[in-house]
């Protein structure tokens, strides 16, 4: 099949860009990577009147350390974001998470920003995004204001963007340094599938190896990724052993509402959750220790 006719749009600047959404609004879409959005136009899924094609936009495929956050750009590159020196030493989980999406190939044209705000629910960078802590900065003609990853997915394909709003960059703390480790990890049916579940941790320790903080999210199990708020809390205080971690993962298994599919039926996605928290958990908290031994040595 081929898309429903649109007009094409080429703004060279966010000004332009943003202008553009605001006239047409819910008319128009944002053209990134086109990874995920041509394919739905294509099957006419979705039929825009108007693209606005943000690729020819200087200086929005930037990827830098600011006032103690990564910042990425609308146009920053799935690939280039997961390569990134930055974004390797900062956020860590964040690379981790990108090197299971898809294929390089889809990856070198694919955004970060495009990813997040296409909110799949089974996407592995939305999931990221969550245990981060990270926040999604959108413009629009109105002005700009930032909106915490919580709050911006709201369910499966749908965020609080507003029609008009661009997602002009992520903000994403820096991992403390320190005790601090964190891990991705996933299964999917195949290689570069989306995964049937994926999960991001982050777990700090304290002097004595119990567990400060921690923050656990899921992708692939729920109508939107989750933050395991309710494990976390468990979590916390704890000293990290097997016992423990498999309480903590029972509970984050808990907290997800899957739907069965041609890939996974509910009930094994739910209990891929639980596996995968466990283990989730038990490299991020290796990795602080390792972390600590090498500050240490
Ligand atoms: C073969 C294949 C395998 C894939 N496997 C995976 C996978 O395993 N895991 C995974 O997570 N993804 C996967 N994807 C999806 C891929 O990661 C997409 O690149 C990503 O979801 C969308 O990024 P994009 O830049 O291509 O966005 P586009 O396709 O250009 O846009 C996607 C949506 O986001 C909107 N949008 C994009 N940028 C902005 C912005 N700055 N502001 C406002 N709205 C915006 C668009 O309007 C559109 O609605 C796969 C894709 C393919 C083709």
Redesign the pocket.
């Known amino acids: 099949m081929k898309p429903a006719p649109f007009d094409y749009v080429a703004p060279r600047t966010v000004a332009e860009a943003v202008d553009h959404l605001g006239r047409h609004g819910a008319e128009a879409?944002?053209?990134?990577?086109?990874?995920?959005?041509?394919?739905l136009m294509n099957t006419r899924l979705?039929t825009p009147a108007v693209i606005v094609d943000?690729n020819r936009v200087e200086g929005l495929d930037a990827i830098a350390v600011e006032n103690g956050s990564v910042r990425i750009g609308?146009l920053a590159r799935?690939r280039a974001a997961e390569l990134s020196d930055d974004v390797r030493a900062e956020a860590p989980l964040f690379a981790e998470a990108g090197g299971?999406?898809?294929?390089p190939s889809?990856?070198r044209?694919?955004?970060v920003?495009?990813?997040i705000?296409?909110a799949?629910p089974?996407?592995?960078?939305p999931a990221a995004l969550l245990a981060l802590d990270g926040q999604v900065v959108a413009r629009s003609t109105r002005g700009e204001r930032v909106v915490d990853a919580d709050s911006f997915f709201t369910g499966p394909f749908t965020t609080s963007?507003a029609p008009d709003?661009?997602?002009?960059a992520l903000r994403i703390p820096k991992t403390a340094n320190g005790r601090t480790g964190s891990a991705f990890v996933e299964e999917?049916r195949r290689h570069?599938?989306?995964?049937m579940c994926g999960v991001g941790t982050v777990v700090t320790l304290d002097e004595d190896g119990d567990v400060a903080a921690a923050r656990i999210a899921l992708c692939g199990v729920h109508r939107r990724p989750i933050r395991a708020r309710e494990a976390e809390a468990a979590l916390a205080g704890t000293r990290p052993n097997d016992k423990v971690l498999r309480e903590v993962a029972a509970l984050a298994a808990a907290a997800t509402d899957p739907i069965g599919d041609t890939h996974a039926s509910a009930a094994f996605r739910r209990h891929l959750a639980t596996v995968l928290t466990r283990r989730a958990l038990d490299t991020a908290v290796s990795r602080a220790v390792a972390r600590e031994e090498e500050k240490d040595a």
């Open positions: 879409r944002v053209l990134a990577g086109g990874q995920s959005l041509v394919r979705a943000i609308a799935q299971h999406v898809a294929h889809v990856r044209r694919g955004t920003v495009g990813s705000a296409f799949d089974s996407a592995e960078l963007l709003e661009l997602a002009l999917s570069g599938e989306l995964p």
